[in-house]
């Protein structure tokens, strides 16, 4: 709840400035979910398998294999099961929808915007996101800006690292998402 | 203004923890607006209405036919006018541009990235949108992630409903954007 | 940091409600950033030095060069290095990375959705951007909707001016980052 956090917050701020000054601040999460999603792209072969399909690429680049120059210019277009578990075939709790785009020319790296929407009996509402994903890095911080229903209004940051990577046919992302933000 | 948010929530953390506990907390916008925005798909025939064309796509379709299976990988591009009530013919008070990409294979959904420009007597400023749209419902809440001009650093939920859908030619979206964070 | 800012802006009310009603309120930055970044776009002949690429086109249009209509349609992902000056050849401190999207018929306006990604002996993390750039206008101003690392939950609005533009070859731009919220 966000008055909760503002009185944190102001706790927080006592101790701080009281002491270590320099020193890097450490915030607790008001709330956090693991959650792995699971992405097998389209190429050409596997479209009753497939999750996410390349919809857009560079000049010379085509719709069923990854461009060339780490896949820079590639958009592709997901909506791929989250799983409690590292398993695939899990019951999913829901589906992470939305778009990564490579964009870089000298390594693996994506911008994200996608969606959780999530329908389980625990958690019933979507958490949006957008930020860099340097795939290469064991983790990454992206940005939780939003959300809705359980998660109204939440804040936070999510940080991602690949649990899986089979070639250019499927990989899994563990997603730890730390609310700093609840309402 | 951010302030009174604080005051508030901080009124209704007092309320809330004395009484109904588990009872799903209320908040009350700080800032509401309702209005329409219309989109007419370009589709090959209509370059003189369209407002927005689809340019990208999976593999095996077009840029003139929203593609099988649900639309799933296209992205259509959108600047679309925004009235403040149901009829097209409005006088526009600002534009809402930004894209639309169709990210589920079994059901018509769609993730929303885009901005309302207003430009009116009454309003000035931008709005930033970005959310999780499953069609079909009657209403669907997407992210409110900050604003400029007159929506300065604002935060809230836009509330969705789908007002007219004529074929896959034209739509018209009613938006309840109610702000909880003002500044 | 958030408690700072907490304060301030109940100092910001008492002092707002006592004079002035209807002043426009201002807010003063909790931190400030002004960074350059560059972009060159690929036209077909340029690969050693394109920044970025065109991705996606409404129909009849091309990858090498931008759509008539101002570039209505057009999808171009960037990844432009980022410079403390306006240098091109400045030594980087970051990269600028994501997508604009051309989303206007009839002006020149882009839908921008990216990440600053900085690496510098100051700055140490990622900042991630959406908003309308119509970029005709002496500046525009978009949201800056969360960040990691050094810029961990920061909100703000970041200032755009075109600070320099070559046809459609080159263009810089200076961003005037001005967090709000800061942790």
Redesign the interface.
């Known amino acids: ?4 956090c ?1 009185l944190l ?2 706790f ?2 006592l101790v ?1 400035s009281s002491a270590h000054p320099g020193k890097k ?1 450490q ?1 607790k999460p008001c709330k956090e979910l693991v959650l792995y999603f699971h992405d097998i792209i ?1 190429n ?1 072969q596997n479209a009753a398998n497939a999750t996410s ?7 010379g680049a ?3 294999i990854l461009a060339s120059q780490f896949h ?4 592709a ?3 791929d099961p989250i799983t409690l578990d590292n398993n695939l075939h899990s019951p999913p709790v829901g ?1 992470a ?3 990564y ?5 000298n390594t693996f ?1 994506a ?1 994200l ?3 959780f ?1 999530l329908n389980s009996t625990d958690h019933h509402g ?1 958490i ?1 996101f ?3 994903d ?1 795939t290469t890095l064991k983790t990454r ?9 359980d998660f ?2 939440h ?3 999510a940080t991602i690292a690949t649990d899986a990577y089979e070639g250019d046919v499927y990989f899994r992302l563990r997603v730890d998402i730390k609310f ?2 609840c ?1």
């Open positions: 709840m966000r008055a909760t503002i917050c102001f927080t701020f701080a601040k915030y389209y050409g399909a390349i919809v857009a690429a560079p000049e085509n719709l069923t820079f210019g590639n958009i277009v997901f909506d589906r929808q939305g778009m785009i490579y964009d870089t020319k790296t911008l915007g996608f969606s929407v979507t949006n957008i930020g860099a340097p911080d992206i940005s939780v800006v939003g959300g809705t229903g109204f209004m804040r936070g940051i700093y933000e309402w």
